[in-house]
Nanobody
Framework: QVQFVESGGGLVQPGGSLRLSCTPS????????IGWFRQAPGKEREGVSCINSGDGSTAYADSVKGRFTISRDIAKNTVYLQMNQLKPEDTAIYYCATGEPGWTQRPELRGVDYWGEGTLVTVSS
């Protein structure tokens, strides 16, 4: 069972920034995407962003493009999600996860394998 060390959530005012980090205990695929999905109360899960283990290519949901940036530190086996210009609608629990390449962009996040316990991000004045 893959475990994740997640951190960085919290309360921030609209327009503010937060950085999430995630370190998985292991990888179960030779090629995978690692990233985040989020779930707000009463809403479906939404793929937010991911980065590919091989070429480092990235993907973002339309709702966060231009505001969020995903990156990785290979030496630390850690992935980061820099979230800028946060909006109240970004409020959700953010889960770090790994899965098949492209999982964040598929309906119902098909292809996601493992995810962490999540970290709460609240954007409110």
């Amino acid at each position: 069972q893959v475990q994740f060390v997640e951190s960085g959530g919290g309360l921030v005012q609209p327009g503010g920034s937060l950085r999430l980090s995630c370190t998985p205990s292991e990888f179960t695929r030779d090629s995978y995407d690692i990233g985040w999905f989020r779930q707000a109360p009463g809403k479906e899960r939404e793929g937010v962003s991911c980065i590919n283990s091989g070429d480092g290519s990235t993907a973002y949901a339309d709702s966060v493009k231009g505001r969020f940036t995903i990156s990785r530190d290979i030496a630390k086996n850690t992935v980061y999600l820099q979230m800028n210009q946060l909006k109240p609608e970004d409020t959700a629990i953010y889960y770090c996860a790994t899965g098949e390449p492209g999982w964040t962009q598929r309906p119902e996040l098909r292809g996601v394998d493992y995810w962490g316990e999540g970290t709460l991000v609240t954007v409110s004045s």
